[in-house]
C-alpha cells in the first residue's frame, strides 16, 4: 500500500484529495510536521486560496526547508491547483517569495471579454512534453479548474499539458525531476482526473 504524505498548511482541499487516494487503495497521512514525511512515499501539496497567505502559512508551519529537501534529494512530490503555483519562484498575486523548486513565475490570465475570471469549468487537456502524468499517446482528458492565475516556467520543456483559455494556451500541469503538479482539480475531475493520480501512483511505486 503506497503512502501518501498529504501536507497540511491550512489553505487545502484536504478531504477531497484524501478521498481520491483512499479510492485508489492508497494510505493517507495528514502532515503538519516534518518528523511525519519521514515514513511517507510521496507528498501531495495541495492548496485553494491565495499565493501569499499560503506560503506565509507554509513558512509558519516549519515544513518548507523539509519540502526543498524532500524535492531535492528525488523523491516524489505532486502539487493541486495552488500547490503547482506554490512550487515556482513568485507570482503577480503577491510579493512572497514561492518554494522555488520550479524555475518561472506565476501570472495573471489574461483579461479577454467574453471570458470570465476565474476560469472555472470542465476543460480538454492539450498534451505537452510527455511525462508520468501524461504519458505519450494519453487519450483526450477532459478535467476541471477552477482559477485566476497560471505558470510560467522558465523552461518550456516541462510543461506536460497546457489548456486554452480565451485562445491563448496556458500550463495546465507540470513536470520536472521528481516533482509534477496540476493547475486543475484531478480529485474533482471524475474518470480523466482518477487515471491521472492513478498514472502518478504507478510511477511513484516504481521508485521504490
Known amino acids: 500500500m503506497t503512502r501518501i504524505g498529504l501536507i497540511d498548511y491550512g489553505m487545502g482541499n484536504l ?3 484524501q478521498r ?6 492508497c ?28 506560503m506565509e502559512r507554509l513558512n509558519a508551519s516549519g515544513l518548507v526547508p523539509a519540502i526543498k529537501t524532500w524535492c531535492k534529494t528525488g523523491r516524489p512530490l505532486l502539487g493541486i491547483c495552488l ?3 506554490l512550487l515556482f519562484e513568485g507570482s503577480d498575486e503577491g510579493s512572497a517569495a514561492g518554494l522555488g523548486l ?6 495573471a490570465l489574461p483579461k479577454v471579454p467574453g471570458h470570465p475570471i476565474p476560469h472555472m469549468g470542465w476543460e480538454a487537456l492539450i498534451p505537452g512534453t510527455p511525462s508520468p502524468l501524461l504519458p505519450e499517446g494519453s487519450p483526450e482528458s477532459w478535467v476541471y479548474f477552477v482559477h485566476s492565475f497560471a505558470a510560467q516556467p ?3 520543456s516541462c510543461v506536460t499539458a497546457l ?3 480565451a485562445g491563448q494556451p496556458v500550463t495546465a500541469a507540470v513536470w520536472q525531476g521528481s516533482v509534477g503538479a496540476c493547475q486543475f482539480h484531478p480529485e474533482k475531475s471524475s474518470e480523466a482526473g482518477e487515471q491521472l493520480l492513478r498514472l502518478w501512483l504507478s510511477w511513484v511505486e516504481a521508485q521504490a
Open 15 to 17: 478531504h477531497s484529495v
Open 163 to 165: 489548456v486554452s483559455f
Open 83 to 85: 500547490g503547482l503555483q
Open 154 to 156: 522558465s523552461d518550456p
Open 27 to 54: 494510505e493517507v497521512r495528514i502532515l503538519q510536521q516534518a518528523e511525519a514525511m519521514q515514513d511517507c512515499q510521496a507528498l501531495v501539496l495541495p492548496g485553494v486560496g491565495a499565493f501569499d497567505p499560503a
Open 102 to 107: 520550479l524555475a518561472g513565475h506565476i501570472a
Open 20 to 25: 481520491a487516494f483512499e479510492r485508489l487503495g
